[in-house]
């Protein structure tokens, strides 16, 4: 439909909720205007239901190509517009090949052609290998680069060294993009060199946490503040993002480098914002993640982190593979893939949690589609309901409770950790530039219709 209008009682725009009637032309948002405004054009009226922004989820790992046996594009995109995401951007590893150069990343974009369900961008990977690569890659389009400062758990996707990040920090500079960083150190190696092992792990989530504490992220990003602040010494203007945050406890060195000038992002997760280590059986490897769930003190940190803006925005995370892949037959926690499948439960997951702590649809407007949107460069078309940006919206009804069940979800493989967990919250209609791309059916499947087609979203660079 070229030109329509959706009127609610609830609509979330960047002015707070309120009555509202959207109206919506050529796949954008043409005006934001009065409840009870006339128009001439066919108009849906939600009632008491809200209205939001599309969600912008820039964390995810789709897998594909090369491993469409853990995810793929047509997958991961149908349960983004079934979680209410209009937008999100695909992680470097787990697909073969890696996207480290610019002719792995063509790969990647003639894998997608007539699988996106939602917009696409896409992250490329920094590996000690690749520096001479960079500049290609950043060229072609990716919106920023990831490194892991510890194992990936994919041999082709290596950690990278301080000296490595240094070669690497100018080009982006250069290119005015994002560094996103798994920031671990593994300490473990200190152990040994003095001949110490370490730790066994077995079914035990307890012995898992402790193999993985928080000073391996606290040290890992003191170096990253070290090696910003070294940057901007040199009249370079790194952007370092901390990619899925789990200590709270560093969250004053985030807050002091701040105040150092430092442009220093992070991001944090639904399982570390929802899950305890407290309350995590052993043997359940679907819990399994990296950095690990933390204790429940640790989680209220977190929380504390999102109000006081320390913390960003929330992603997904979603991380999935082959049910062979999580052991969950033996709980071998050692053995078990680490990540959290749970792509299109982001939105119940955080809104159940946050309205118990007096946290609005605002705040997770802004967390979950305007803070990512402006993180990507995107804020000025996507992740607000305004005049002129596009019409990526779903409706929502915050009141309904329901468990998570395997019928619900629409990622690959049927397994997630929150499976029979209860959440308040349910996305009902998805629009993909004002077209609707996901709704609710009476037998609670959801279709998906006219698509897909969603884009691909590359970098413009000068």
Not at 378 to 400: E, N, S
């Amino acid at each position: 439909m070229n030109h329509f209008a959706i009127r609610s009682q609830q609509v979330v725009t960047p002015n707070g909720i309120q009555p509202a009637t959207v109206i919506i032309h050529h796949g954008l948002i043409q005006a934001v205007t009065e409840y009870t405004t006339s128009v001439e054009c066919p108009i849906e009226d939600l009632g008491q239901l809200v209205l939001m922004p599309g969600l912008v989820d820039t964390h995810v790992h789709i897998n594909e190509p090369g491993r469409t046996d853990w995810e793929g594009f047509n997958t991961a995109t149908q349960a983004a517009a079934a979680g209410g995401i209009t937008t999100l951007v695909d992680m470097p590893l787990n697909c073969i090949p890696v996207t480290t150069t610019e002719t792995a990343f063509n790969e990647k974009l003639h894998a997608i052609k007539n699988k996106l369900w939602v917009d696409c961008g896409f992250w490329g990977g920094v590996v000690p290998s690749n520096i001479e690569d960079l500049e290609a890659l950043l060229a072609a389009g990716v919106l920023g680069v990831k490194s892991f400062l510890i194992d990936s758990g994919i041999e082709e996707f290596p950690p990278v060294s301080a000296a490595d990040m240094r070669k690497a920090i100018p080009i982006l500079a250069k290119y005015h993009v994002p560094y996103l960083i798994h920031a671990e150190l593994d300490l473990h190696k200190e152990l040994d060199q003095h001949n110490q092992p370490p730790p066994t792990i077995g079914n035990s989530y307890q012995s898992f946490l402790a193999s993985r504490p928080k000073h391996w992220e606290n040290e890992a990003i003191n170096l990253l503040v070290q090696l910003c602040a070294d940057a901007k010494a040199k009249g370079l203007n790194s952007r370092i993002h901390i990619v899925h945050l789990s200590s709270a406890e560093a969250l004053p060195t985030i807050a002091q480098a701040r105040r150092d000038g430092l442009d220093i992002t992070a991001e944090t997760c639904p399982h570390y914002l929802t899950l305890d280590a407290e309350s995590i059986p052993d043997g359940k490897t679907l819990f399994k993640c990296c950095p690990p769930i933390r204790e429940h003190g640790n989680q209220q940190l977190l929380w504390d982190g999102l109000k006081a803006g320390l913390i960003d925005f929330i992603v997904s995370d979603h991380s999935p593979c082959t049910p062979q892949l999580k052991h969950i037959d033996s709980g071998d926690l050692e053995q078990a893939w680490g990540g959290i499948s749970a792509l299109q439960f982001g939105l119940p997951l955080i809104w159940s949690a946050a309205n118990k702590q007096g946290f609005t649809l605002v705040d997770i407007a802004h967390w979950m589609a305007s803070a990512p949107a402006d993180f990507i460069g995107l804020g000025h078309t996507k992740g607000r309901i305004a005049p002129g940006y596009q019409a990526d919206l779903f409706v929502f009804d915050p009141a309904v409770h329901y468990p998570i069940t395997q019928k619900l979800i629409k990622h690959r493989h049927k397994i997630t950790p929150y499976a029979g967990k209860r959440v308040t919250g349910e996305v009902l209609t998805t629009y993909l530039r004002g077209e609707i791309i996901y709704a609710k059916n009476k037998d609670n499947n959801g279709l998906f219709i006219n698509g897909p087609f969603g884009r691909p979203l590359l970098k413009e660079n000068e």
